[in-house]
Structure formats: structure tokens, C-alpha cells
């Protein structure tokens, strides 16, 4: 799999990543009492695991990641705490051989990074057989997903196609960003590319990365369809209000579509 385009503000990556903090550890207020072992898939600098540290005192953390760029960093932030980063999934099972009981995967905003950046259908294979086989209790899910109701084009008499129109015609510091975005993904008059656009536009520090990055390679229904034989214990479809507030500012309108789930799915047997 590739690590795909380097950054070219890794800090202004991470800080970004760290507003939605709260938001991304949901799952702490709906998981049972106890401890556990959290394993942070895609952990980047490893800001997660560090604020899960100071919640569960007695659990045990590990980060994986493949950049070893990021896990640089995140070792050098995480100094004084009992963290284990790695790049190595071997590792990741050597200590889910003592921990697999009580143990949590956590896919933060990954699941759509590891469809953008496999080289083949192979590598998104050996994804799900981690997520899927490697006996998990919990598995915690947040990431920007659509319905498949989406991917269709405005009718002609639709407000929706007023908001494409009005955007497609916008003379602003955005347009260059938006003929990039359609050429590579298609008009902006299919609704699902128009969500897209409107998730992506503002991260023009790292906009090549960004662009490359397909933000719904599946849908919330294939989601689902691969848990079909685990408990669902919590499901949340919903949209991020600052990013909401930040479209109506640049756009002039109401984007009020659901563009995230948060799930949290076990074993039927647990």
C-alpha cells in the first residue's frame, strides 16, 4: 500500500486533525467501564491515543501507522507515556495474544485513506481481514460516508442544482480548486460530488495530497453490509457544524446533508 503524497505542512495536517478531538473519542462515553487495549489504526501523531491515556489509566495503547513519518512524530510527542507506535501489524498481534478480550479498534477518518492510497484490491482486502478477523471486542468507527442515495444527478427544478449553479458560476479564490476537483472526480452536478467539493475546498496547504484523496470510496450501506454479522451497538449519522458554518460563509447557503458515521460494532457472541 502507499503512504501517498508527503505533506507539505505536516503541522498544519495534525493541528487540523486535532479540532474534532472530542468528537472522534465518541466512542469513550459508550463503551462499557473497564479497561482496554485501544489500537489506533492510522494514528498519525498519535494525539488520540494520548488524550485516551489520560481517560484510562490502567489500559494499554498502540498506534499503527505506515508513514513512518508520522509515527516520528508522534513517538516524540508521546515520550513520557506508555504508547506503543508501530508500523508493523505482526506487533499489533504479537500483544492482542494477551489483550484480544478486552480490546478496542479505533478507524478514525482511515477507512477512506486506505481505499485512496491501495495499489491494488488486494491491499483493501488485507484491510477488512484486519478489521474483521483479528478478534476484536469493539470496533469504533467515525469517518465521512453518504448514502447511496446520493450519487445522482439534480433534477432541473431542484434547489439542490440552484446550489450547484450558484457555486459552478462563483467568482471566488475557490474556483481554481473546484475545476482541479472536476476534472478529476466529475461535475459537481451529481450530488455526491458536489458533498465532496464541499468537504475538500478548504485544505489548500495540502491541497495536492487532499485532491487525491477520494472522501466516499464506499457507502454507508456497504459499511454496514460488511458488520452484517456483528452486533451494532451504536450508530450515528451526521454532519460537522463548524464545516457547516464555514460553507454557508464561503458558499451562502445551508449544506445540510449527512456527511459522517460514527459506528461502534462486537461479535454477535460477546
Given amino acids: 500500500m502507499e503512504i501517498g503524497k508527503p505533506f507539505k505542512n505536516l503541522l498544519a495536517y495534525n493541528d487540523s486533525m486535532h479540532k474534532s478531538l472530542e468528537d472522534k473519542l465518541f466512542f469513550t462515553k459508550k463503551l462499557p467501564l473497564g479497561d482496554y487495549c485501544f489500537v489506533d489504526f492510522g494514528c498519525a501523531d498519535g494525539a488520540l491515543l494520548r488524550e485516551l491515556s489520560k481517560r484510562y489509566k490502567k489500559s494499554k495503547f498502540i498506534g499503527y501507522d505506515i508513514s513512518e513519518e508520522m509515527l516520528v512524530l508522534a513517538r516524540k510527542r508521546t515520550k513520557k507515556l506508555n504508547i506503543l507506535f508501530t508500523n508493523s501489524w505482526d506487533t499489533v498481534e504479537e500483544y492482542l495474544r494477551h489483550y484480544r478480550k478486552n480490546s478496542v479498534l479505533i478507524l478514525s477518518s482511515v477507512i477512506h485513506e486506505v481505499y485512496s492510497y491501495a495499489t491494488s484490491p488486494e491491499d483493501i482486502d488485507a484491510f477488512w481481514e484486519k478489521v474483521l478477523h483479528s478478534g476484536f471486542t469493539y470496533i469504533c468507527i467515525r469517518d465521512m460516508m453518504l448514502t447511496d442515495d446520493l450519487n445522482r444527478v439534480y433534477r432541473e427544478d431542484s434547489k439542490d442544482r440552484w446550489w450547484a449553479c450558484k457555486m459552478y458560476g462563483y467568482d471566488s479564490k475557490f474556483e481554481p480548486y473546484l475545476n482541479q476537483f472536476e476534472s478529476k472526480y466529475g461535475s459537481i452536478y451529481i450530488v455526491k460530488n458536489l458533498v465532496h467539493f464541499l468537504l475538500k475546498y478548504r485544505w489548500t496547504i495540502n491541497w495536492e495530497r487532499e485532491l487525491n484523496e477520494n472522501y466516499f ?54
Fill in 217 to 270: 470510496p464506499i457507502s454507508q450501506e456497504e459499511l454496514l453490509e460488511k458488520f452484517k454479522d456483528k452486533n451494532i451497538i451504536y450508530l450515528e449519522r451526521f454532519n460537522i457544524p463548524y464545516l457547516r458554518k464555514c460553507i454557508e460563509r464561503d458558499w451562502g447557503f445551508d449544506m445540510d446533508r449527512d456527511t459522517h458515521i460514527k459506528l461502534i460494532v462486537q461479535p454477535k457472541d460477546i
